[in-house]
Each structure stands twice: as structure tokens, then as C-alpha cells.
């Protein structure tokens, strides 16, 4: 279904793979890993067909689903019902339908007459695409994927991140493509559309490339693993499940590094008695030779895999603020005839700590926004305090300038920052040498995430505004931004469905969406985390 040889791939001037070459084949399901920024997102684009190698070739047959981490539409005033029909071209056809409804009901007998007609036409090649059983399809997949009908009836324009990307998986999951390749799935999802999620790509009998740090997802659908290794700029293909893979690679290693620690031994024993023989004139020659064997025993062997860089992710030191640094009073939202919240009233207090929950759809990120002062509430208002520096992570990384380079974003993020503090920062976000030229469009998820907390670890801001900021990250990376979240001293207000991070988070209180309810943290809110 999609067959790869000899490709190579590039990030800028760093390599990312080299000489790789695999197949595809129905039925097979692959679970693509690797630490973030090897080269899972730019490998999934280029057998997109949204992505050029370096060299080889990647032919593929039959109709390709693909799903973006941060999948962007063409037309937002597209209904979100008839963006997922759109993938069996059933979306046009419905929206002639409707309109030839309203036409009916016309008190124009001309009007009516020909909308009857043209209804009948319209409802023939409807029915002969699949029609009403179609539809239902698709509005099964909308449900269990959090997407109710008042959602679907809205333009993709007035929905959230979280919202549209639901869309663009349903999409893909209802367009019955031959092979899917999904970039993080369940980003976004709640438990019980996860759990749904795992169930249909088990049953799913095309081919899939999946990329997921969810554990459990690969456990229950992936039968090969495909690692790619930073280190080597290669893939390793394990044609076996997710859990006996783990097993496999940790033996590989184990052998590999027994392996090369022998040759290593012999090798410098051969070479030792070389130097030796150096002095002497007459065993010159056998000096070298043995020379070349210790060469040659180390040329044969596999690089012991190494160790992967885990970026030293850590909030800033919060400027100096006053007691109440943000408050927030009557804030409401709504689009069109839809409300998403009303009578939200939040204080900020000094080091404080609170999440928000709420349902898909709710207003979590809305809400978040308003208080980073970049969409504005259509009624109340945020107010700052004596000494208020904010500090915003967004889930879609639309803080980040994605024409602008690595490192012109920070600078533009620290401007009080020379040359040097800057490339510090980067640094230890795992960003050097020529990676700081890159634009960030070209970035991975993880590389994203990671550039975009490097900016708000320059801005040192003692209110930090947080909306899922574990998206993305590989577990190491997530461990890192959760000991971030414990040692932080300024205030967080936090959206996310990672339990792990509101624990970190330890939080004192949380606002429940739509009705904008506080109330002080308990345990029984953390049940409410994967949920909302």
C-alpha cells in the first residue's frame, strides 16, 4: 500500500534518517517512536504526500488518511457535519438537500414545484454514495468522538482547537481510507472517546502508521514498531506487538553493548602489542596489520544506541508581583446564538494554583485566552495588577511565529536578553547549532512544545497561564515539565486531561466550565480530569 526505498530525510542540515527502506501493507499496524524532533512527524508527511525527501522514493496505492498534529482547513465557514462528510464527497449533496428543503416550504407554488424535483435528483445520487446510512456512519463516529449535534451543525470557525482537530479524526476515521496515519490520536480526546478510539483501530484492517506516547493505545493496536533511532539515522523494525518490542529492544541494547565491549577489549589488547612492535623496525609491518584488524573489528559492529537528551525544561523565577497579580470579573462568551460560558469570576492570587475543567467544548481554552489578553470576553473583563507578567503556553503553539526562525521567535520573546542568555535557553531545550535556524513551521509537535515553553521560561512571568502542556511530549520530556510544575513558586492556572500534571500542579482550587463555578480542590475533582 505504500512501499519506501533507500529515502532520506533532512531538518535543515541535520540528517534524520538515511538509506531507510519498509512497506506497508494492509493489515499491518505500526507504532512509530522515537524520541521528539527524530523525525516521526516529517517521515508521516512525507507518505502523506505533504512532505519532500531528501532521496529516494515513496510510491504508494490506494486512498491515505492522514492526521496532523495541528491539522489546518481550508474553508472555516464549513459546517463541521459536512467537513466529515467531505471525505466520501457526501457533503455537497446534503447541503443541496437542505437547501432544497427550505425551498420546499416556500409559498412560491413555482418554487416549490422545482425545489421537489431537483430534491428528487439530489436524494437519487445521494442514496447511490451511500446516503442516510452514510450519514448515520459518520454520526456515530462524531459522537464517540465527543462531537454532539450542536457541534456539527456550527462552522469549523467557531470551534476550539481541541474541537476542530476531533473533526478532522472523524473525518479520517469515516473516510475508510486504505492506510491512516494518525499523528498523536488522542490529543484532546476524553477517556471514553480513547477507549473508543482504541476498539476501532483494532478493528481497522487497512494499514496504519500510528505516532502516540499513549501506552495503552499501542498495547492494543499496534503488531509492528518502527524506532527511530536519532542517534543512527536509521529506523529499527520490530515485526512484532508493543509489549514484546519493549522486551526486544532492551535485549538488543543489552547485547550490543556486551558485544562491543568485548571487541572493544580485544581490540585494545591487538592495538597495545602494535605499539609495541612499532619501535622495532623489523616488525613494522605486523604492527600495522595488527593495527588494521583492531580497525576492523570496531568497524563491524553497531553503535551502542546513545542515551537521548532529555530537554531541562524549567519555569522562570517569577518577577516580583502584587498579592492579587490578575483578576478576572464577569467574563461570558458566546458565538452566534451559542453560549459557552457565563458569570466567570476568577482572582489570581499571588503563587496560587488552579485548574479548569469542563467538558470538550466548554470554554477551557476560550477562557485562557481571555485571560492572556488575546481574545477578548463579550462581557466583564481581566484586570491586571501592581506587577502582573504573564507567562502563556497555547495548546496550538499560536504564540510562535512559524515564518520566523528558532531563534528569532525567543529573541522576540526575551528582547532584554543578549545573544548569548538566549542561546542558553535554547540550549537546554534541546535547540543548537544549526536546529536554531530552523523556521519553527518545520518543527515537530515536541519541538513546538518544547520552543514554546523556552519562550515563557525567558519571560519571567510569575503568572503562568498553561493549556495542555504536556501535548506532545515524550514521557521523558513530560517528567521533566511535571518535576517544572512542582517546583514552580508563582501562580499556574492549568487546563489539561494529563492527571499526571494536576497532581504535579498540586492545585488549591478549580473553576468548572460552562457555569463558571470555583470551588476548592479535592479529590474528587481529580476523577473529573481525564473526563473533562
Not at 534541546?430 to 518544547?450: H, M
Not at 514552580?488 to 499526571?500: P, W
Not at 466550565?513 to 475533582?525: A, C, H
Request: charged share 30%; with cysteine; glycine share 8%.
Amino acid at each position: 500500500m505504500i512501499s519506501v526505498s533507500n529515502l532520506e530525510l533532512r531538518a535543515g542540515a541535520r540528517l534524520l534518517m538515511d538509506g531507510v527502506s519498509f512497506r506497508i501493507d494492509k493489515g499491518d499496524k505500526i507504532g512509530l517512536v522515537g524520541r521528539n524532533g527524530a523525525g516521526k512527524t516529517t517521515l508521516t508527511r512525507v507518505l502523506a504526500g505533504q512532505g519532500t525527501p531528501a532521496a529516494g522514493e515513496v510510491v504508494s496505492n490506494g486512498d491515505i488518511g492522514y492526521l496532523p498534529q495541528d491539522p489546518r482547513t481550508g474553508d472555516l465557514e464549513q459546517l463541521a457535519r459536512d467537513r466529515i462528510l467531505s471525505a466520501r464527497d457526501l457533503d455537497t449533496a446534503t447541503r443541496k438537500l437542505r437547501q432544497a428543503e427550505a425551498e420546499m416550504a416556500s409559498d412560491d407554488p413555482a418554487v416549490r414545484d422545482k425545489a421537489m424535483g431537483r430534491y428528487n435528483r439530489i436524494e437519487s445520487e445521494f442514496l447511490s454514495s451511500g446516503g442516510y446510512a452514510a450519514e448515520a456512519e459518520a454520526g456515530a463516529i462524531a459522537s464517540n468522538l465527543a462531537l454532539p449535534e450542536r457541534i456539527l451543525e456550527q462552522p469549523l470557525k467557531t470551534l476550539s482547537g481541541g474541537q476542530r482537530r476531533r473533526v478532522e479524526l472523524a473525518r479520517i476515521l469515516f473516510s475508510g481510507a486504505d492506510t491512516m496515519l494518525l499523528d498523536e490520536p488522542t490529543n484532546h480526546l476524553d477517556a471514553d472517546s480513547i477507549v473508543w478510539l482504541r476498539e476501532f483501530l483494532k478493528q481497522h484492517t487497512g494499514g496504519l502508521i500510528v505516532i502516540s506516547h499513549d501506552v495503552e493505545l499501542m498495547e492494543s493496536t499496534v503488531n509492528k514498531v518502527f524506532y527511530l533511532d536519532a542517534n543512527r539515522s536509521v529506523i529499527d523494525i520490530y515485526n512484532m506487538n508493543w509489549k514484546r518490542y519493549q522486551q526486544q529492544r532492551e535485549t538488543d541494547e543489552r547485547a550490543r553493548r556486551r558485544e562491543r565491549a568485548n571487541a572493544e577489549k580485544k581490540a585494545g589488547v591487538l592495538m597495545d602489542q602494535a605499539n609495541k612492535m612499532r619501535a622495532k623496525a623489523t616488525k613494522a609491518v605486523a604492527a600495522q596489520n595488527m593495527a588494521k584488524r583492531a580497525d576492523r573489528m570496531l568497524a563491524g559492529l553497531e553503535e551502542v544506541r546513545a542515551t537521548d537528551r532529555v530537554a531541562a525544561l524549567r519555569f522562570p523565577e517569577p518577577a516580583p508581583c502584587g498579592k492579587v497579580p490578575m483578576t478576572a470579573d464577569d467574563l461570558s462568551k458566546s458565538y452566534g446564538s451559542l453560549e459557552i460560558f457565563t458569570d466567570v469570576d476568577l482572582a489570581v492570587d499571588r503563587g496560587s494554583r488552579v485548574v479548569i475543567l469542563g467538558l470538550n467544548g466548554a470554554g477551557k481554552t476560550t477562557l485562557l485566552r481571555m485571560l492572556a489578553g488575546v481574545e477578548q470576553p463579550d462581557t466583564g473583563e481581566v484586570k491586571a495588577g501592581h506587577g502582573l507578567k504573564i507567562g502563556y503556553y497555547a495548546q496550538e503553539h499560536e504564540t510562535l511565529d512559524t515564518g520566523r526562525t528558532v531563534l528569532e521567535n525567543m529573541r522576540t520573546s526575551a528582547p532584554d536578553m543578549n545573544d548569548t542568555e538566549v542561546r542558553n535557553i535554547l540550549g537546554s531545550f534541546l535547540f543548537s547549532g544549526d536546529d536554531v535556524d530552523k523556521p519553527a513551521g518545520v518543527l515537530s509537535g515536541g519541538e513546538k512544545t518544547r520552543l514554546a515553553l523556552a519562550t515563557v521560561v525567558a519571560s519571567s512571568a510569575n503568572v503562568l497561564l498553561l493549556d495542555e502542556p504536556t501535548n506532545n511530549l515524550d514521557p521523558a520530556s513530560r517528567d521533566e515539565i511535571l518535576g517544572a510544575l512542582r517546583r514552580y513558586t508563582g501562580a499556574v492556572v492549568l487546563v489539561s486531561h494529563d492527571e499526571g500534571a494536576v497532581e504535579a500542579l498540586n492545585p488549591e482550587r478549580v473553576v468548572l466550565l460552562p457555569d463558571g463555578v470555583e470551588d476548592l480542590w479535592g479529590d474528587e475533582y481529580q476523577e473529573l480530569v481525564s473526563l473533562a
